[in-house]
């Protein structure tokens, strides 16, 4: 829906807005009913777009209440900011960290055990809450972001590290094992939850490392009892590169994918978390 139509108010003396395409068709209702305008972006900026395709406004003084929403001097606006200053972060000059590599854990949680070897790589993650700059005329904006766990001096961006290059259709005994941890606080916040869970876009993961969005309470015993994060929690990912087919044949080397990403899949606050940061190239 890229517009809205004010067709009229309704017996509850309510202003009732119906996407453009809906309303294209209908029977026009004469002089007495007025049509405005407004864009999607002016609706989501005053917080009253809904997704069942149509949003009410409380009758009382009329429209002029909500055109103050229209007005780009007052603090419903975005601030006015001059753009392509900053250089955004591209991979071609290099400008991530490479995760560290750690020594083994000793404490690999069960389910992951079968998949590590003498050849697996381990890593810790955080999740951390940060300032970070995106405009040079703007104030650093509070953020959560993946960080790696012994990254030192963290660049001021959002994205900061990516694994190190990824190799497909090993066997098992090999991959990557990565801890996440997460050292967010329960302190309120206008959106978000602070459990996370993380969801790997590429390979083929074993169940408990897929960004499961809650616990499972109805599991198989084999089955981790908890995959998601709280605050203070951290979770084994256990990624093993290996092809379609490894256990149970036939080996599917077309499976293979060809972009890595992650971002959180908590249960109902995958949207608010990864708009919050937690989003990141792998």
């Known amino acids: 829906m890229r517009h809205a139509v004010l067709t009229g108010i309704d017996a509850g003396g309510w202003l009732v807005f119906y996407p453009k395409s809906r309303h294209q068709g209908r029977e026009r209702l004469g002089k007495q009913r007025r049509e405005i305008m407004v864009t999607r972006r002016d609706l989501l900026k005053m917080g009253i777009l809904g997704s ?54 000793s404490n690999v949680q069960d389910y992951a055990q079968p998949f590590c070897g003498p050849r697996t790589h381990y890593y810790e993650i955080a999740v951390v809450e940060r300032n970070v700059k995106f405009h040079r005329d703007l104030p650093p904006t509070s953020v959560w972001a993946y960080v790696d766990k012994w990254g030192g001096n963290i660049p001021d961006r959002l994205i900061t590290f990516q694994y190190p290059k990824i190799r497909l259709g090993q066997q098992i005994g090999g991959g990557y094992l990565a801890r996440v941890h997460n050292f967010l606080t329960t302190a309120p916040r206008d959106f978000g939850f602070p459990n996370v869970t993380v969801h790997f876009h590429g390979g083929h993961q074993p169940s408990p490392a897929d960004g499961f969005p809650h616990d499972i309470s109805n599991r198989p015993s084999s089955f981790p009892a908890q995959v998601t994060i709280p605050v203070g929690g951290f979770h084994d990912y256990a990624y093993p590169f290996a092809d379609v087919g490894i256990f149970d044949g036939p080996i599917e080397e077309a499976e293979r994918p060809s972009t890595y990403w992650f971002h959180d899949h908590f249960l109902d606050f995958t949207g608010q978390n990864v708009y919050r940061g937690l989003a990141n190239i792998a």
């Open 52 to 105: 069942s395709g149509f949003v009410t406004l409380p009758s009382g003084g009329g429209f002029g209440r909500v055109s103050r929403f229209f007005d780009h001097n007052n603090q419903g606006s975005s601030p006015r900011l001059t753009p392509f200053v900053d250089e955004l972060p591209g991979t071609g000059n290099s400008p991530f960290q490479t995760l560290t590599n750690v020594d083994a854990f």
